[in-house]
Every structure is written in C-alpha cells, then in structure tokens.
C-alpha cells in the first residue's frame, strides 16, 4: 500500500499494490501493521457495502458526532464513484474546504477518512458498489450531514445530481452546523 495525504489533514488517499498472475490479482485492503506506522485506525467494527443504480445519484454528505465519531476507509469495489470529502471540524485549518476523489474498480485507490469529515459520493457508472469498513458502529441519534449543494462549500459534482435521498436533501448548510 502506498499512503498519500491529501488537502485535508488526517486524509489519506491509499494506493492498492496488487500482486498479479494468470488467474487476476490479490491485494490487501487493509494492514493493521501498515496502517499503524501511519498512525492509522486499525479496529473496524462495521462493514458496509452500496450499490447505486443510476448515473449521477448521490449519497451524502454524512458523518457521526461525538461520543462515537466514524472513521471510515472507503473503496469502490465495482464501476466506478466520484468520492467527496467536506472538513465540518470546528476550528480545523481546512474547515468547509472540500476534496474530491475518483474512485473505480479498476484504479485500487482507497480513502481513509478521519472522524469529522462529511462523506459523500456520486454514481458515475450504472451499478457501481461501494465497499467501506467504519471505526464505529451506527448510532442513529449521532449521524449528521451537510447539504450536497452548498454554495459556500461549492462542491463540483461531475454530473448533475440526481435521485438524492428526502434526508440528504434536509440537511442543513455549513453555517447552520455552529
């Protein structure tokens, strides 16, 4: 695995090394060792996956609060997703800045996110699956969000979004989360 960091202080853009041969590759995802000489969370209670039907369809942009903040590491594991990140931690040096990552099937790239960071992605192939291990389990009355449209973050989705959630399109702006 090769650690890259990112605009976002604590994120990291991963590369997966695969070991190819006739039959395809192997490829760890996650190492305990590696992840804790970058200083990484290596306990993963929860396991998701997604799939998302339609091109353009967005999820998010969500994270949990405090007491039980999420860390996640985020893969796309098949087609392919643009993945976007938002700093929403008050007093952060990058606070309401945004970064945002092609993920595929094909590019083995991860990301690992630190807790307070809004999460979110955009479908850009027909059925792609999103596979993400998180550092704590959902707790309803902890999950936030953030408007996938916010002006004053200006997040450039490379499709017009569509087929958003009543619940994501409820969110509250950046200046509403003081």
């Known amino acids: 695995m090769r650690f890259h960091g990112t605009k976002l202080a604590g994120v990291w853009l991963i590369e997966l090394e695969p070991r190819n041969d006739a039959r395809g590759f192997f490829v760890r995802t996650a190492c305990e060792q590696e992840f804790l000489l970058q200083g990484l969370n290596t306990h993963w209670p929860q396991s998701n996956l997604t799939r998302t039907r339609d091109c353009g369809a967005v999820r998010g942009m969500h994270w949990q609060a405090e007491p039980s903040p999420e860390i996640k590491l985020i893969r796309c594991a098949r087609g392919s997703i643009w993945d976007v990140l938002v700093d929403v931690r008050q007093g952060s040096a990058t606070f309401g800045l945004w970064e945002g ?53 200006g997040i450039r989705w490379p499709l017009p979004p569509v087929q958003l959630s009543e619940r994501d399109l409820q969110l509250p702006r950046l200046r509403e989360l003081a």
Do not use: K, W
């Open 101 to 153: 990552f092609e993920l595929t099937s094909e590019n083995l790239r991860q990301i690992y996110v630190p807790a307070g960071i809004a999460h979110g992605f955009q479908c850009l192939e027909v059925n792609s699956e999103v596979a993400y291990q998180m550092g704590a389990t959902y707790v309803p009355e902890l999950a936030r969000g953030l408007r996938f449209d916010d002006p004053e973050v």
